[in-house]
């Protein structure tokens, strides 16, 4: 089972670095960029907002339509994120989501996200191992993991009658890794709160 999970989440990654440039190509005219700060915390989704202390993160990513009409659209993104969880972990990772936004005419919209990606991690605090009766420094090559996520976004499109305005949003993000910690924790979940900015470059 392990080989398997490993052999999975290494297909995954590569799929979905394979594909960016694609993602990127397949813009008719300028590609768009969404930036946000977040705060990361490990709480059960949907049951908190915005969590105290703040735990730091930052993603950046593209995105390409599949389907658009007037007021609405199926697309699909790839991003890059980093957190850092003081006296837990601080990870790094890739995933892809499938959005539906539902756009009014002046400019408020609302999306929901269903995503799927790949996440390493590494402890923020020393770890120890227990050898010949003491303990000794462990050297910590970090932990990866399959992360199933869910969001939902309100957002604001500043030029409401152009398709390619600049977007301002706050993005409620719920997500998991998995396997955690195999026979006693095994599904860890977590709460980022994103304030993000969507641009677009090479806009003609």
């Not at 402890?123 to 010949?132: G, H, S």
Request: hydrophobic letters at 35%.
């Amino acid at each position: 089972m392990l080989k398997n999970l490993a052999e999975m989440k290494n297909y995954l990654a590569a799929l979905l670095f394979a594909a960016s440039p694609v993602f990127c190509i397949s813009q008719n005219s300028g590609l768009p960029i969404n930036i946000s700060l977040f705060n990361e915390s490990t709480a059960i989704p949907f049951t908190q907002f915005f969590t105290t202390p703040v735990h730091p993160g930052i993603q950046i990513g593209t995105e390409f339509n599949y389907k658009t009409k007037a007021h609405s659209r199926l697309f699909q993104t790839v991003n890059i994120s980093y957190f850092y969880h003081n006296n837990l972990a601080q990870g790094a990772g890739i995933h892809t989501d499938l959005g539906y936004e539902l756009r009014a005419g002046f400019g408020l919209s609302f999306t929901g996200f269903i995503g799927l990606g790949y996440m390493h991690t590494w402890a923020t605090n020393q770890e120890y191992t227990f050898v010949d009766g003491q303990y000794e420094k462990r050297r910590d090559k970090g932990n990866g993991r399959v992360i199933p996520s869910v969001g939902l976004e309100l957002g604001y499109y500043i030029t409401p009658g152009d398709t390619q305005s600049s977007k301002i949003f706050v993005r409620y993000q719920g997500w998991a890794e998995y396997p955690y910690s195999p026979g006693f924790i095994p599904l860890m979940t977590h709460i980022n709160l994103h304030l993000g900015y969507k641009f677009f470059i090479g806009k003609n």
